[in-house]
Protein backbone atom coordinates (compact mmCIF):
# COMPACT_ATOMS: atom_id res chain seq x y z
CA UNK A 1 0.00 0.00 0.00
CA UNK A 2 2.79 2.51 0.90
CA UNK A 3 4.59 1.76 -2.44
CA UNK A 4 1.69 1.80 -4.56
CA UNK A 5 0.98 5.51 -2.78
CA UNK A 6 4.17 6.62 -3.68
CA UNK A 7 4.30 5.53 -6.85
CA UNK A 8 0.77 7.63 -7.23
CA UNK A 9 2.45 10.29 -5.77
CA UNK A 10 5.23 10.56 -8.19
CA UNK A 11 3.17 10.01 -10.80
CA UNK A 12 1.08 12.85 -10.19
CA UNK A 13 3.10 15.70 -9.13
CA UNK A 14 1.57 15.17 -5.15
CA UNK A 15 3.76 14.86 -1.98
CA UNK A 16 2.87 11.43 -0.28
CA UNK A 17 1.42 13.34 2.77
CA UNK A 18 -0.90 15.61 0.32
CA UNK A 19 -1.91 12.51 -1.31
CA UNK A 20 -2.49 10.27 2.04
CA UNK A 21 -4.78 13.83 3.13
CA UNK A 22 -6.51 13.77 -0.27
CA UNK A 23 -7.44 9.85 0.25
CA UNK A 24 -8.48 10.20 3.82
CA UNK A 25 -10.54 13.34 2.47
CA UNK A 26 -12.01 10.98 -0.28
CA UNK A 27 -13.32 8.28 2.15
CA UNK A 28 -14.37 10.26 5.00
CA UNK A 29 -15.99 13.03 3.15
CA UNK A 30 -19.61 10.98 1.98
CA UNK A 31 -19.68 10.44 5.75
CA UNK A 32 -19.27 13.70 6.92
CA UNK A 33 -21.29 15.76 4.10
CA UNK A 34 -23.94 13.26 2.88
CA UNK A 35 -27.26 14.99 2.83
CA UNK A 36 -29.72 13.51 5.13
CA UNK A 37 -32.30 13.60 2.07
CA UNK A 38 -35.37 15.10 1.21
CA UNK A 39 -38.87 13.82 4.34
CA UNK A 40 -41.45 11.33 2.19
CA UNK A 41 -44.80 11.56 3.17
CA UNK A 42 -46.68 8.99 4.45
CA UNK A 43 -49.90 8.61 6.63
CA UNK A 44 -52.48 5.86 8.16
CA UNK A 45 -55.31 6.00 9.93
CA UNK A 46 -56.91 3.79 11.87
CA UNK A 47 -59.65 2.35 14.43
CA UNK A 48 -57.58 2.45 18.02
CA UNK A 49 -60.31 -0.15 19.01
CA UNK A 50 -59.89 -3.49 16.14
CA UNK A 51 -56.53 -2.01 14.36
CA UNK A 52 -58.69 -1.77 11.36
CA UNK A 53 -56.76 0.58 8.54
CA UNK A 54 -59.49 3.19 7.27
CA UNK A 55 -56.86 4.80 5.48
CA UNK A 56 -53.07 4.43 4.19
CA UNK A 57 -50.64 6.15 1.95
CA UNK A 58 -46.89 4.84 1.56
CA UNK A 59 -47.54 3.36 5.53
CA UNK A 60 -44.71 0.94 5.11
CA UNK A 61 -42.22 3.51 3.83
CA UNK A 62 -39.19 3.70 6.06
CA UNK A 63 -38.75 7.05 7.42
CA UNK A 64 -37.02 9.50 10.38
CA UNK A 65 -39.31 9.27 13.19
CA UNK A 66 -37.82 12.59 15.24
CA UNK A 67 -39.80 12.99 18.42
CA UNK A 68 -42.14 10.42 17.73
CA UNK A 69 -38.92 8.16 19.13
CA UNK A 70 -40.10 9.12 23.32
CA UNK A 71 -43.09 6.94 22.55
CA UNK A 72 -41.54 4.37 22.77
CA UNK A 73 -39.07 5.95 25.76
CA UNK A 74 -42.06 6.57 27.41
CA UNK A 75 -43.84 3.18 26.73
CA UNK A 76 -40.35 1.64 28.76
CA UNK A 77 -40.99 3.88 31.37
CA UNK A 78 -44.63 3.15 31.87
CA UNK A 79 -43.64 -0.60 31.64
CA UNK A 80 -41.55 -0.23 34.34
CA UNK A 81 -44.12 1.52 36.62
CA UNK A 82 -46.25 -1.11 36.07
CA UNK A 83 -44.35 -3.54 37.02
CA UNK A 84 -43.21 -1.62 40.23
CA UNK A 85 -39.47 -1.10 39.41
CA UNK A 86 -40.32 2.60 39.39
CA UNK A 87 -43.09 4.69 41.31
CA UNK A 88 -44.33 8.40 39.49
CA UNK A 89 -42.41 9.91 42.47
CA UNK A 90 -38.96 8.09 42.24
CA UNK A 91 -35.90 10.25 41.73
CA UNK A 92 -34.02 10.22 38.53
CA UNK A 93 -30.80 11.39 38.53
CA UNK A 94 -29.28 13.93 35.81
CA UNK A 95 -26.21 12.72 34.02
CA UNK A 96 -23.81 15.43 32.47
CA UNK A 97 -24.19 13.67 29.24
CA UNK A 98 -28.29 14.55 29.62
CA UNK A 99 -27.77 18.09 30.11
CA UNK A 100 -25.16 18.63 26.99
CA UNK A 101 -27.99 17.59 25.11
CA UNK A 102 -29.55 19.45 22.08
CA UNK A 103 -32.62 21.62 22.05
CA UNK A 104 -35.63 20.82 22.99
CA UNK A 105 -34.43 20.48 26.02
CA UNK A 106 -35.82 21.31 29.89
CA UNK A 107 -32.27 22.98 31.16
CA UNK A 108 -31.48 19.98 33.61
CA UNK A 109 -28.77 20.70 35.48
CA UNK A 110 -25.92 17.99 36.29
CA UNK A 111 -26.33 16.73 39.58
CA UNK A 112 -29.56 17.13 40.19
CA UNK A 113 -32.76 14.74 40.38
CA UNK A 114 -36.39 14.75 38.52
CA UNK A 115 -39.19 12.80 39.54
CA UNK A 116 -40.77 10.08 36.55
CA UNK A 117 -43.73 12.14 37.07
CA UNK A 118 -42.24 15.52 35.78
CA UNK A 119 -40.00 13.30 33.45
CA UNK A 120 -43.29 12.42 31.57
CA UNK A 121 -44.64 15.47 31.70
CA UNK A 122 -41.81 17.05 30.06
CA UNK A 123 -41.71 14.30 27.66
CA UNK A 124 -44.91 14.75 26.16
CA UNK A 125 -45.40 18.73 26.43
CA UNK A 126 -41.77 20.21 25.86
CA UNK A 127 -40.38 16.85 24.11
CA UNK A 128 -37.20 17.47 26.06
CA UNK A 129 -34.19 15.81 24.83
CA UNK A 130 -31.92 15.82 28.24
CA UNK A 131 -35.24 14.66 30.29
CA UNK A 132 -35.30 11.27 27.65
CA UNK A 133 -31.85 10.85 28.15
CA UNK A 134 -32.25 10.93 31.87
CA UNK A 135 -35.00 8.01 31.52
CA UNK A 136 -32.77 6.17 29.28
CA UNK A 137 -30.24 5.76 31.76
CA UNK A 138 -32.01 5.42 34.32
CA UNK A 139 -33.76 2.53 33.03
CA UNK A 140 -30.28 0.82 31.52
CA UNK A 141 -27.56 2.58 32.53
CA UNK A 142 -26.60 4.16 28.80
CA UNK A 143 -28.53 5.45 26.02
CA UNK A 144 -26.85 2.47 23.83
CA UNK A 145 -28.53 -0.09 25.95
CA UNK A 146 -31.92 1.74 26.07
CA UNK A 147 -31.95 1.64 22.45
CA UNK A 148 -31.06 -2.12 22.29
CA UNK A 149 -34.21 -2.50 24.42
CA UNK A 150 -36.42 -0.17 22.68
CA UNK A 151 -35.86 -2.43 19.35
CA UNK A 152 -36.45 -5.40 21.17
CA UNK A 153 -40.44 -3.90 22.18
CA UNK A 154 -40.69 -2.26 18.89
CA UNK A 155 -40.06 -6.56 17.72
CA UNK A 156 -42.18 -7.92 20.31
CA UNK A 157 -45.28 -5.66 19.87
CA UNK A 158 -45.14 -5.80 16.64
CA UNK A 159 -43.34 -2.75 14.59
CA UNK A 160 -41.15 -4.92 12.22
CA UNK A 161 -39.57 -2.18 10.31
CA UNK A 162 -38.46 0.26 13.02
CA UNK A 163 -34.66 0.63 14.20
CA UNK A 164 -33.81 2.49 17.29
CA UNK A 165 -30.92 4.15 18.13
CA UNK A 166 -31.08 6.72 20.67
CA UNK A 167 -34.39 7.71 23.41
CA UNK A 168 -35.21 10.80 22.25
CA UNK A 169 -35.53 11.19 18.13
CA UNK A 170 -32.20 13.04 17.23
CA UNK A 171 -30.92 12.99 14.05
CA UNK A 172 -29.53 9.01 13.67
CA UNK A 173 -29.33 7.28 10.00
CA UNK A 174 -30.20 4.02 11.34
CA UNK A 175 -33.19 5.36 13.61
CA UNK A 176 -35.79 4.22 11.12
CA UNK A 177 -40.03 3.98 11.71
CA UNK A 178 -43.28 3.33 9.47
CA UNK A 179 -46.72 5.20 9.81
CA UNK A 180 -48.13 1.54 9.95
CA UNK A 181 -45.87 0.78 13.15
CA UNK A 182 -46.24 3.96 15.23
CA UNK A 183 -50.08 3.16 14.62
CA UNK A 184 -49.01 0.31 16.21
CA UNK A 185 -46.86 1.88 18.70
CA UNK A 186 -49.86 4.21 19.63
CA UNK A 187 -52.38 1.54 20.06
CA UNK A 188 -50.53 -0.47 22.28
CA UNK A 189 -49.54 2.61 24.68
CA UNK A 190 -53.57 3.04 25.18
CA UNK A 191 -54.46 -0.29 25.54
CA UNK A 192 -51.37 -1.47 27.67
CA UNK A 193 -50.79 1.48 29.78
CA UNK A 194 -54.62 3.69 29.65
CA UNK A 195 -54.03 4.69 33.36
CA UNK A 196 -50.62 6.20 32.03
CA UNK A 197 -52.12 7.18 28.64
CA UNK A 198 -54.04 10.30 30.34
CA UNK A 199 -50.72 12.26 30.49
CA UNK A 200 -50.67 12.59 26.38
CA UNK A 201 -53.70 15.03 27.19
CA UNK A 202 -51.72 17.37 29.19
CA UNK A 203 -52.05 21.05 27.76
CA UNK A 204 -49.16 22.28 29.68
CA UNK A 205 -46.72 21.62 32.53
CA UNK A 206 -44.69 24.29 34.71
CA UNK A 207 -41.40 23.25 35.76
CA UNK A 208 -39.14 26.05 37.70
CA UNK A 209 -41.68 28.54 37.03
CA UNK A 210 -41.26 27.81 33.52
CA UNK A 211 -44.94 27.39 31.47
CA UNK A 212 -44.09 24.38 28.67
CA UNK A 213 -47.10 24.49 26.19
CA UNK A 214 -48.07 20.97 24.37
CA UNK A 215 -46.74 21.17 21.04
CA UNK A 216 -49.73 19.22 19.85
CA UNK A 217 -52.45 21.60 19.05
CA UNK A 218 -54.80 19.18 18.19
CA UNK A 219 -55.45 18.82 21.92
CA UNK A 220 -57.52 21.85 22.17
CA UNK A 221 -58.50 22.71 17.87
CA UNK A 222 -59.66 19.62 17.43
CA UNK A 223 -62.74 17.91 18.85
CA UNK A 224 -62.45 14.75 20.72
CA UNK A 225 -58.10 14.83 20.18
CA UNK A 226 -56.53 13.67 23.63
CA UNK A 227 -52.73 12.83 22.74
CA UNK A 228 -50.66 11.84 21.46
CA UNK A 229 -47.06 12.96 20.26
CA UNK A 230 -45.56 15.51 17.47
CA UNK A 231 -42.11 15.21 15.72
CA UNK A 232 -39.85 17.15 13.94
CA UNK A 233 -35.87 17.43 12.58
CA UNK A 234 -35.05 18.54 9.10
CA UNK A 235 -34.62 15.38 7.74
CA UNK A 236 -38.30 14.13 8.59
CA UNK A 237 -40.45 16.98 8.12
CA UNK A 238 -42.88 17.32 10.40
CA UNK A 239 -44.42 14.58 12.21
CA UNK A 240 -47.54 13.86 14.25
CA UNK A 241 -48.86 11.05 15.53
CA UNK A 242 -52.38 11.79 16.87
CA UNK A 243 -55.52 10.00 18.43
CA UNK A 244 -59.20 11.15 19.20
CA UNK A 245 -62.70 9.52 20.13
CA UNK A 246 -66.13 10.50 19.42
CA UNK A 247 -69.40 8.58 20.28
CA UNK A 248 -67.16 5.87 21.51
CA UNK A 249 -65.40 5.41 19.01
CA UNK A 250 -61.55 5.89 18.69
CA UNK A 251 -58.78 6.32 15.50
CA UNK A 252 -55.24 7.09 16.13
CA UNK A 253 -53.72 8.54 12.70
CA UNK A 254 -50.44 9.34 12.08
CA UNK A 255 -48.81 12.00 9.34
CA UNK A 256 -45.07 12.24 8.20
CA UNK A 257 -43.13 14.29 6.68
CA UNK A 258 -45.43 17.51 7.30
CA UNK A 259 -44.24 20.91 5.37
CA UNK A 260 -45.10 22.73 8.41
CA UNK A 261 -46.91 22.36 11.79
CA UNK A 262 -50.18 24.24 10.68
CA UNK A 263 -50.30 22.14 7.28
CA UNK A 264 -49.47 18.73 9.16
CA UNK A 265 -52.04 19.35 11.68
CA UNK A 266 -54.73 20.64 9.49
CA UNK A 267 -53.99 17.50 7.40
CA UNK A 268 -54.33 15.11 10.64
CA UNK A 269 -57.81 16.79 10.98
CA UNK A 270 -59.31 16.16 7.62
CA UNK A 271 -57.77 12.63 7.89
CA UNK A 272 -59.98 11.65 11.29
CA UNK A 273 -62.82 13.49 10.36
CA UNK A 274 -63.00 11.36 7.10
CA UNK A 275 -62.09 8.20 9.11
CA UNK A 276 -64.70 9.08 11.67
CA UNK A 277 -67.18 9.68 8.85
CA UNK A 278 -66.10 6.43 7.33
CA UNK A 279 -66.95 4.23 10.37
CA UNK A 280 -70.60 6.37 11.00
CA UNK A 281 -72.84 4.67 8.61
CA UNK A 282 -71.48 1.21 9.72
CA UNK A 283 -72.21 2.03 13.47
CA UNK A 284 -75.57 3.07 12.59
CA UNK A 285 -76.57 -0.03 10.41
CA UNK A 286 -75.42 -2.26 12.76
CA UNK A 287 -77.93 -0.79 15.80
CA UNK A 288 -80.67 -1.59 12.48
CA UNK A 289 -80.95 2.30 11.90
CA UNK A 290 -80.94 3.37 8.65
CA UNK A 291 -77.35 4.87 7.93
CA UNK A 292 -77.60 8.70 7.36
CA UNK A 293 -75.36 11.10 4.73
CA UNK A 294 -73.52 12.69 7.15
CA UNK A 295 -72.57 16.75 6.45
CA UNK A 296 -68.54 17.39 5.64
CA UNK A 297 -68.52 20.72 7.92
CA UNK A 298 -65.36 22.64 6.45
CA UNK A 299 -64.89 22.44 2.59
CA UNK A 300 -67.13 22.15 -0.20
CA UNK A 301 -70.90 20.30 0.56
CA UNK A 302 -70.86 16.46 0.62
CA UNK A 303 -72.46 15.69 -2.53
CA UNK A 304 -69.20 17.94 -4.38
CA UNK A 305 -66.50 16.17 -2.25
CA UNK A 306 -68.33 12.69 -3.31
CA UNK A 307 -68.87 13.15 -7.03
CA UNK A 308 -65.41 13.71 -7.90
CA UNK A 309 -61.97 12.39 -8.53
CA UNK A 310 -59.28 12.56 -11.29
CA UNK A 311 -57.57 9.54 -13.25
CA UNK A 312 -53.75 9.09 -14.35
CA UNK A 313 -53.45 5.89 -16.57
CA UNK A 314 -54.47 2.87 -18.51
CA UNK A 315 -52.85 -0.25 -18.37
CA UNK A 316 -53.52 -3.67 -19.14
CA UNK A 317 -52.44 -4.92 -15.75
CA UNK A 318 -53.73 -4.04 -12.57
CA UNK A 319 -50.04 -3.37 -10.54
CA UNK A 320 -48.98 -0.53 -12.75
CA UNK A 321 -52.35 1.36 -12.44
CA UNK A 322 -52.40 1.01 -8.84
CA UNK A 323 -48.52 1.88 -8.92
CA UNK A 324 -49.28 5.10 -10.43
CA UNK A 325 -52.41 6.24 -8.54
CA UNK A 326 -49.89 5.36 -5.66
CA UNK A 327 -47.38 7.87 -7.45
CA UNK A 328 -50.56 10.71 -7.75
CA UNK A 329 -51.03 10.76 -4.26
CA UNK A 330 -46.98 10.37 -3.34
CA UNK A 331 -46.73 14.31 -5.93
CA UNK A 332 -49.83 15.81 -4.32
CA UNK A 333 -50.73 14.25 -1.22
CA UNK A 334 -52.31 17.70 0.15
CA UNK A 335 -54.89 17.74 -2.35
CA UNK A 336 -54.98 13.59 -2.79
CA UNK A 337 -54.45 11.94 0.48
CA UNK A 338 -58.24 12.27 1.54
CA UNK A 339 -59.01 10.66 -1.30
CA UNK A 340 -59.84 6.74 -2.37
CA UNK A 341 -57.34 5.07 -5.15
CA UNK A 342 -59.27 2.95 -7.11
CA UNK A 343 -58.58 0.52 -9.54
CA UNK A 344 -61.24 0.07 -11.76
CA UNK A 345 -61.39 -2.78 -14.47
CA UNK A 346 -63.12 -1.56 -17.77
CA UNK A 347 -63.95 -4.85 -20.36
CA UNK A 348 -62.82 -4.61 -23.98
CA UNK A 349 -63.63 -6.37 -27.17
CA UNK A 350 -62.51 -10.20 -27.03
CA UNK A 351 -62.68 -10.29 -23.13
CA UNK A 352 -59.80 -8.04 -22.05
CA UNK A 353 -59.75 -5.62 -19.91
CA UNK A 354 -57.85 -2.51 -19.40
CA UNK A 355 -57.01 -1.24 -15.97
CA UNK A 356 -57.86 2.62 -14.65
CA UNK A 357 -56.39 4.00 -12.08
CA UNK A 358 -58.14 6.82 -9.94
CA UNK A 359 -58.22 8.77 -6.73
CA UNK A 360 -62.17 9.20 -6.06
CA UNK A 361 -63.90 10.91 -3.44
CA UNK A 362 -62.30 14.39 -3.27
CA UNK A 363 -63.72 17.98 -4.64
CA UNK A 364 -63.73 19.78 -7.78
CA UNK A 365 -61.31 21.92 -6.82
CA UNK A 366 -58.71 19.27 -5.13
CA UNK A 367 -58.93 17.53 -8.95
CA UNK A 368 -58.40 20.22 -10.59
CA UNK A 369 -55.66 21.66 -8.75
CA UNK A 370 -54.24 17.82 -8.81
CA UNK A 371 -54.38 17.65 -12.00
CA UNK A 372 -52.60 21.01 -13.07
CA UNK A 373 -49.44 19.82 -10.43
CA UNK A 374 -49.50 15.84 -11.92
CA UNK A 375 -49.30 16.85 -15.61
CA UNK A 376 -46.30 19.64 -14.61
CA UNK A 377 -44.59 16.44 -13.24
CA UNK A 378 -45.47 14.37 -16.38
CA UNK A 379 -48.17 12.28 -15.23
CA UNK A 380 -51.30 11.90 -17.31
CA UNK A 381 -54.12 13.26 -15.21
CA UNK A 382 -57.77 13.79 -15.84
CA UNK A 383 -60.83 14.99 -13.81
CA UNK A 384 -63.74 12.88 -13.68
CA UNK A 385 -67.19 14.19 -12.20
CA UNK A 386 -68.60 10.58 -11.18
CA UNK A 387 -72.18 9.64 -11.58
CA UNK A 388 -74.42 9.96 -8.16
CA UNK A 389 -75.27 6.55 -6.85
CA UNK A 390 -78.96 6.13 -6.54
CA UNK A 391 -80.34 4.65 -3.04
CA UNK A 392 -81.11 0.88 -3.23
CA UNK A 393 -83.17 -0.91 -0.71
Known amino acids: MAAASENLARRSGFGRSRLLCLLVFVIVSPILFAHPGNAKYASIVIDGQNGRVLHATNADTRNYPASLTKMMTLYLLFEALKEGRLTLDSDLKVSARAT??????????????????????????KSANDVAMVIAESLAGNERGFAMLMTAKARQIGMRRTTFRNASGLPNRGQLSTARDMSTLAR?????????????????????????????????TYQGADGIKTGYIRASGYNLVASAQRNGRRLIGVVFGGRSPKMRNRHMANLLSKGFRLSAPARLASKGLPARKPS??????????????????????????????????EKAPVLLAQGTIKVVPLRRSKGRSLYLGRILGISKKQAYKACRILRRRKINCMELRMKKRRAVG
Open 100 to 125: RQPASRLGLRKGQTITARQAILAIVT
Open 296 to 329: LKTGNSRRSYQQWGIQVGAYKRFSPAYKIARKAV
Open 188 to 220: RLLSDFPHYYQFFSTTHFTYGDIRHRNHNKLLT
